[in-house]
């Protein structure tokens, strides 16, 4: 097995990274893969960059280039939901956009609106938050090019989409995982509540997210095989 793991800071898959035996490196369109083993299985680590079309065209490469049959992407989001808080993950059970028209691109293949976490590898993301003590919910993921961080802009999502949380790549992955027959599964920590409240961005760890999301991974990764 094959699994394509992408973040789009550089923080968020360096710890991964450093897990990986038999490493090597290379670089395509601006993005450096790293190939390695964890666990008895194939590994290819990025850091996507930020943005749909960022995480769209890694996707590909992850796929075409090499060969990834899951698609793993983990990073942080606002939160939209009142059933968890800032730290707490959301599993996406389904993953969309929130500023395009989604009619019009399920017109397309993979001819959807809304993409749906491969229900093996949520159900193993589940069970290694729980294991770790990681507090999660199997939820829903809205994707846009725009950092929500006004009470105005979350409201008017909330309304339209019911998001539990909102972010900037989910939704690219997930579209351009489907449109190859790949199973993917997008994880976020709520790193701030996506309005103007006085809990911002610099008081989340990144890091200690990053850590945490490398111990899920992991035990991912052992149970899926």
């Known amino acids: 097995m094959v699994y394509g793991i992408m973040g ?3 923080i968020e898959v360096r710890a991964l990274c450093e897990k990986l035996t038999d490493v090597t490196a290379q670089t395509c369109a601006g993005v450096t893969y790293h190939l390695g083993a964890l666990h008895g299985q194939r590994l290819v680590v990025c850091c996507a960059g930020m943005g749909k079309a960022n995480a769209a065209s890694t996707t590909q490469v992850l ?3 090499y060969g990834a049959e899951r698609i793993l992407f983990s990073g942080i989001a606002g939160n939209m939901s009142s059933a968890i808080g ?3 993950v959301v599993v996406g059970k389904t993953v969309f956009y929130h500023d395009a028209e989604l009619r019009m691109l ?3 293949a993979p001819y959807l609106e809304a993409y749906e976490g491969d229900p093996a590898m949520l159900a193993a993301a589940l069970d290694a938050c729980r294991a770790l003590g ?3 919910i199997a939820g829903r993921i809205a994707t846009g090019d725009r950092f929500i961080g006004d009470a105005a802009t979350k409201a008017a999502i909330a309304e339209r989409c019911h998001p539990d949380c909102v972010e900037m790549e989910g939704a690219a992955v997930a579209q351009v995982a489907a449109r190859n027959g790949v ?3 997008v994880l976020r920590a709520m790193s701030d509540n996506a309005d103007d409240s006085p809990h911002k961005l610099t008081e989340f760890s ?5 850590d945490t999301a490398t111990a899920i991974v992991e035990r991912m990764i ?4």
């Open 222 to 225: 052992a149970a899926l095989g």
């Open 8 to 10: 789009a800071l550089d």
């Open 63 to 65: 796929i075409t280039r």
């Open 106 to 108: 399920a017109e397309s």
């Open 134 to 136: 990681v507090t999660a």
């Open 206 to 210: 990144v890091q200690r997210y990053a």
């Open 183 to 185: 199973p993917s599964l």
């Open 86 to 88: 800032i730290g707490d």
